[in-house]
T-cell receptor, first 113, second 117 residues
């Protein structure tokens, strides 16, 4: 079945540690890829997106993600996390010409100060 | 970014009653709106896509007579959970886009926590 997989369900880091959250998808063809973040008590917000071009995408708050087509992956990275990055992170894929988004199950990131 | 507002943010209803959730795009016209359902510790599951002025397109396994979606204007879509049961208790999230193209960003509401007792 087509799916979006986030392998890390809960990640706990200390401040200044580096972060990498995995995301793999199984849709073929052209896809748009997204990472969303949900801070406690807030809406889902767009962190970054990939449509085409440079596979290394930079987003807000120092996050970046790399699209590796051969691996069907779109991993999220940040070199040095902060306590304020504590949130839930969702990878999402738009696999068709329509606007639907399909989400991974999310990764809860907890950063200890 | 654009603002999408959901109302109510929390609702408790009795089993067998119906409850309506509103999703409004406050500062843009939303040609397309999406309704998601999120179970604890699980992903957002797309329930349906609604385009203004036409019938919603439901995902496989979603009962269209159970979850009534109306998108009567470019700024408002409603989801009505009819004859609610405890298993309908969940977190419902809407999102809105200016159009239905791949490259258009979707903006999300804050979600509605439905509890059916």
């Amino acid at each position: 079945a087509q799916s979006v997989s986030q392998h890390n369900h809960h990640v706990i880091l200390s401040e200044a540690a580096s972060l990498e959250l995995g995301c793999n998808y199984s849709y073929g063809g052209t896809v748009n890829l997204f990472w969303y973040v949900q801070y406690p008590g807030q809406h889902l917000q767009l962190l970054l997106k990939y449509f085409s071009g440079d596979p290394l995408v930079k987003g807000i708050k120092g996050f970046e993600a790399e699209f590796i087509k051969s691996k069907f992956s779109f991993n999220l990275r940040k070199p040095s996390v902060q306590w304020s990055d504590t949130a839930e992170y969702f990878c999402a894929v738009n696999p068709s010409t329509l606007g639907r988004l399909y989400f991974g199950r999310g990764t809860q990131l907890t950063v200890w100060p | 970014g654009a603002v999408v507002s959901q109302h109510p943010s929390r609702v408790i209803c009795k089993s067998g009653t119906s409850v309506k959730i509103e999703c409004r795009s406050l500062d843009f016209q939303a040609t397309t709106m999406f309704w998601y359902r999120q179970f604890p510790k699980q992903s957002l599951m797309l329930m349906a896509t609604s385009n203004e002025g036409s019938k919603a397109t439901y995902e496989q396994g979603v009962e269209k007579d159970k979850f009534l979606i109306n998108h009567a204007s470019l700024t408002l879509s409603t989801l009505t959970v009819t004859s609610a049961h405890p298993e309908d208790s969940s977190f419902y999230i809407c999102s809105a886009k200016r159009d239905n193209q791949m490259n258009t960003e979707a903006f999300f509401g804050q979600g509605t926590r439905l509890t059916v007792v």
